[in-house]
């Protein structure tokens, strides 16, 4: 098989900021351990990975794909979120070893004059897209780029307006390129862990805090793709003049993909990633973002 070792190395950054900035992911890997639902951390199934972006037109997702469409991506379905002023697509990765990536992107022209304008002051900052000036060839060149601030640090009155009229907006202002989430895949585990049901109960008798917008079970109205994530861990932020104040950091998803109706034939063996429902679902995401929401954060 083609091995992808810059997309690995990637990953692996990503990933290694992500526990740091979110205890709950080792948490959760520790008590699947206890239980027996994996035997070491190798064993979870990574469904997906998101990350969020400014759309301004230097940014955005138009910017952000190009990184992973040269490590083996394709684009694929777009989504709209009229609401929350959010567009979304994802892409398919090279292999069944590697995630599926979600990339949302604030409709910054939909905000008033107000949020539009304290946005751009930092955007504009970035004065030609960014991704154009990397070695897309240099795992580190990618690494260093999604872990560095793109623009100046934000104020705390400057995030503060923001949260008021955008929560995705205040959240992107601060923590920019930092994985939001991954997740994990349960239908592959130990029949005791297997579903979103007894997913959700495994996390709650360990007393990790379930996102509750819409229910804490979200599911595709073809009931094809189940979902739940936890509650976004408040991280200290430290922000113009060295004011710290607690904001969202990131969050953990879970996913439970059913075999298409096509395959239910099939045996339990020769089940792979092909077999199961693909893609994401615009009523299920829609709840998932307010994982970050203080509407969740705060309860
Ligand atoms: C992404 C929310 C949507 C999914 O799997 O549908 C999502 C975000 O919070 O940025 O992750
Ligand atoms: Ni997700």
Excluded: C
């Excluded at 030609?128 to 560095?148: G, R």
């Amino acid at each position: 098989m083609k091995r992808y070792p810059i997309l690995d190395e990637v990953l692996e950054g990503l990933m290694s900021r992500y526990r740091q900035r979110v205890p709950d992911v080792t948490g959760i890997l520790e008590a699947m351990q206890a239980e027996g639902a994996i035997g070491s951390f190798d064993d979870i199934e990574n469904d997906h990975i998101a990350f969020r972006t400014m759309g301004v037109p230097q940014l955005g997702v138009k910017s952000f794909e190009k990184i992973f469409i040269h490590l083996g991506y394709t684009r694929r379905d777009f989504y709209s979120f009229e609401g929350k002023k959010l567009n979304a697509w994802w892409y398919s990765p090279p292999t069944d070893k590697h995630p599926r990536i979600f990339v949302s992107e604030l409709r910054v022209e939909d905000l008033s004059t107000n949020a539009r304008e304290i946005i751009r002051s930092y955007t504009d900052e970035v004065k030609s897209d960014p991704v154009d000036a990397l070695n897309l060839d240099q795992a580190a060149d990618i690494d260093a780029f999604l872990h560095k601030p793109l623009w100046r640090t934000p104020t705390l009155s400057d995030y503060k307006v923001l949260l008021a009229e955008s929560e995705y907006a205040a959240w992107v202002i601060y923590n920019r390129y930092y994985l939001n989430h991954f997740t994990i895949s349960v239908h592959n585990l130990p029949e005791r862990f297997n579903t979103i049901v007894r997913f959700n109960e495994f996390l709650e008798r360990h007393g990790f805090k379930i996102n509750d917008a819409g229910g804490k079970i979200k599911e595709s109205p073809d009931g094809g793709l189940i979902q739940s994530s936890t509650v976004a861990q408040t991280i200290q932020a430290q922000f113009a003049g060295g004011e710290a104040y607690p904001i969202s950091g990131s969050y953990v998803e879970f996913a439970e993909r059913r075999v298409l109706p096509q395959f239910a034939s099939l045996p339990a063996s020769e089940i792979r990633r092909e077999h199961r429902r693909d893609g994401f679902e615009t009523g299920n995401a829609d709840k998932i973002f307010e994982s970050t929401y203080t509407s969740q954060t705060k309860r």
